[in-house]
């Protein structure tokens, strides 16, 4: 309790300052005086003409689409030819096709899914040009596509200039941030080093090779951007990625700060700060009703160390790295999944069953808190869909901010919320009947179906993280993923940007004693509704077929796998 | 240099620009 306290509440109380302070990066007062002038005017300069114009939603749009583009291209190509360039000592040679495509997509849509070991394929500048790149770049298109979507809500038509705004995101939020925990990393002992792999002497007299590199600066902005990629295959359950109880409290805090500052941030660019505070606490319900979940189930002893003469009252071990602590794995689990980040520090293919559930909860809802910036985007679409219902409950023009919300918002809102029900669902019931997916599982059952169903949510959710026991190295895998992080990025920041684009054309509407409030419990209650009915009616029928019939199977039979 | 499945990628961002297109052409302008 005090672990979950200190990482969930202390990180709360930071992300209110960290959220003023982005506030000011990302949308100044007076964006032409002062500092906040200096700085947009060197960021503009930086870019050229192209930064110089406002742009109404559909030119943000598509400049945010143009630069992904072209990061997906220069990602694509530093692992495609890292055998001819620089910072390879330890001569890593071009990684097969589909895994390129694969990668260049997960890090360009912010996802980080790994089907390759950093330490076995990549090289230095593929990892620190070709992906740590990404982290940051593809974490600042989230916040600025958020800060974007906030100022379309307070009625400005021109949403800004994407250009500017992944600049002020990467260079003034963070760097600043990445260097500050890059720092307590390495002074926490994990490498920081361009010298290729250690060869040491074992005292049995054998020669052992040990992968090591800059892991303290990849490390920070991984955690930081909800990327999750890791510098290591076995991410940070690796003793070099996350060598103490310490760093593992530090990585917690990192992974769900800037998406809780984000709800913030929000709130102070629309100037409904009380909203924003319905908003988070809706966030923050859901996010501790996870971790108790996670925690409780966890504390039951798993299922394959039935009947051995072991301790059974510790609750289960597999796959835990006990330096942290036994809670610290399905809390771990819950904040990594909730926020889009994807690291590990925990097997969870070796989750009890219904454990294992609330991650794949965490990336079904993908908003509570969600993504660097597309979290609260993600919560926004939740937000229209809510406000169209009470409206019809009542039967009154469903209105937010002093907006009408009218067929048109709605019918972008579903479409956006059905795109990552409709990629899971239907990515899942094709590989499961099909050797594409059937082939690569080490688990028969309910458990293979969950290794599935795991890997499209990660995938959709742009999550990352991965169930494993799933060979998923193969080209169907490869493209099948690669294809859905992409679309399932930009779908739902592209539809919400044209619902700001419109909402902020719109008249705003006088406040009358029937107008819906935002800003109450009645409005965080209705909210909290409409996400838990949504997401129920969209993914328990596939969570009866995974982790609930095998949790059946077990009580039943004593092992379903 | 594995170009078809750079190309690959490229055509999804195209598809995406296609869906920006389609919503632009719904705009309403009221």
């Not at chain 1, 990892?127 to 809500?153: D, E, K, Y």
């Not at chain 1, 330096?323 to 794995?329: P, S, V």
């Not at chain 2, 195209?14 to 389609?22: E, M, N, Q, R, S």
Request: glycine content about 12%.
């Amino acid at each position: 309790m005090l672990l979950i306290g200190l990482i969930v509440g202390g990180t709360a109380l930071l992300s209110w300052p960290l959220g003023r302070y982005m506030k000011w990066a990302l949308d100044p007062q007076a964006p032409d005086a002062g500092a906040a002038g200096r700085l947009t005017r060197l960021f503009t300069a930086a870019v050229g003409a192209a930064s110089r114009q406002p742009q109404h939603w559909k030119q943000y749009a598509v400049s945010m689409l143009v630069f992904n583009a072209a990061i997906f291209v220069v990602s694509f190509a530093f692992m495609a030819l890292q055998q001819y360039l620089p910072l390879n000592p330890d001569g890593k040679t071009a990684l097969e096709g589909s895994l390129i495509f694969n990668t260049a997509a997960s890090f360009t849509s912010n996802t980080n899914l790994q089907h390759y070991s950093g330490e076995v394929a990549m090289s230095y500048l593929s990892q620190l040009c070709g992906l740590m790149w990404l982290q940051f770049v593809s974490a600042a298109t989230g916040i600025a596509a958020l800060a974007a979507l906030a100022r379309g809500l307070a009625g400005k038509p021109a949403l800004g200039n994407f250009y500017v705004d992944v600049q002020r995101a990467a260079f003034l939020v963070l760097l600043p941030l990445a260097l500050l925990v890059a720092t307590l990393f390495a002074v926490g002992g994990l490498p920081m080093t361009l010298q290729g792999a250690a060869k040491v002497t074992t005292l049995e007299g054998i020669e052992q090779v040990i992968a090591r590199g800059p892991v303290a600066a990849f490390l920070a902005i991984k955690q930081l951007g909800t990327n999750g990629g890791g510098f290591f295959g076995p991410n940070s359950t690796h003793p070099f990625e996350n060598p103490t109880f310490w760093t593992n409290v530090i990585s917690s805090m990192a992974i769900i700060i800037v998406p809780m500052a984000c709800v913030w941030m929000y709130g102070r660019i629309i100037g409904r700060m009380r909203h924003a505070g319905v908003v988070f606490g809706v966030m923050m319900v859901l996010l501790l009703a996870k971790i108790g979940g996670a925690v409780s189930f966890e504390s039951e002893p798993t299922q394959a160390f039935a009947g051995l003469a072991i301790e059974q009252d510790v609750g289960n071990l597999e796959g835990k790295e006990l330096r942290f602590g036994t809670a610290a794995g399905p809390l771990w689990a819950v904040l990594t999944t909730s926020t889009s980040n994807g690291s590990v520090n925990a097997m969870h293919d070796s989750l009890n069953p219904l454990t294992g559930l609330m991650p794949m909860i965490g990336m079904w809802l993908n908003a509570t808190y969600g993504g660097v910036g597309v979290g609260m985007i993600n919560m926004f679409i939740y937000i229209v869909i809510a406000v169209f219902l009470a409206g019809m409950m009542v039967g009154r023009t469903p209105e937010y901010l002093n907006r009408r919300v009218e067929a048109r918002e709605v019918k972008l809102a579903v479409l956006a919320l059905l795109a990552h029900g409709f990629f899971i669902l239907v990515g899942t019931a094709v590989f499961a009947v099909t050797p594409w997916g059937a082939a690569t599982l080490n688990n028969t059952g309910p458990h293979g179906f969950s290794e599935i169903l795991y890997e499209f949510s990660s995938a959709s959710a742009n999550n990352g993280s991965g169930f494993e026991g799933l060979g998923d190295n193969t080209v169907p895998w490869n493209l099948a993923t690669g294809t859905v992080m992409l679309l399932a990025r930009f779908i739902p920041i592209i539809l919400p940007l044209a619902i700001a684009g419109s909402m902020a054309r719109k008249r705003a509407t006088a406040v009358t004693a029937g107008t819906l409030g935002v800003e109450n419990l009645t409005f965080g209650v209705m909210l909290l509704g409409t996400i838990l009915f949504l997401g129920a009616l969209t993914f328990f029928p596939a969570a009866t077929l995974g982790p609930i019939a095998e949790h059946l199977l077990y009580m039943a039979e004593g092992s379903g796998r | 240099m594995p170009l078809a499945y750079l190309l690959l990628g490229l055509a999804i961002f195209a598809l995406l620009y296609g869906l920006v297109a389609v919503v632009a052409r719904t705009e309403t302008g009221e």
